[in-house]
């Protein structure tokens, strides 16, 4: 049988705000994939990456995370409620 930990999902509460640890990897991978993406840019020209191009995918990257959860959270949690 699997242990799993229990821990409090939520990292910051201030006030009505609460963060929570998955938005933290998120904003971490986000930030992360600027700096790598821009240092790779750098490194091989020849790819043809510029920094525009490497924030406009982030752009998308970051729309598709936000529509594609709150979708799959409609499709897989609450269908009869939005039908």
Request: glycine fraction near 10%; charge should be positive; charged fraction near 15%.
């Amino acid at each position: 049988m699997f242990v799993h930990p229990q821990f409090d999902p939520i990292a910051i509460s201030l006030g009505p705000v609460a963060v929570r640890w998955y938005g933290l990897m998120y904003l971490v991978a986000f930030i992360l994939f600027v700096l790598l993406g821009r240092l790779h840019a750098r490194r091989r020209p020849e790819l043809g990456w510029d920094a525009q191009q490497i924030d406009d995918l982030l752009f998308y990257g970051v729309l598709g995370v936000i529509l594609g959860g709150r979708l799959g959270y409609v499709l897989f949690y609450k269908p009869l409620y939005y039908l």
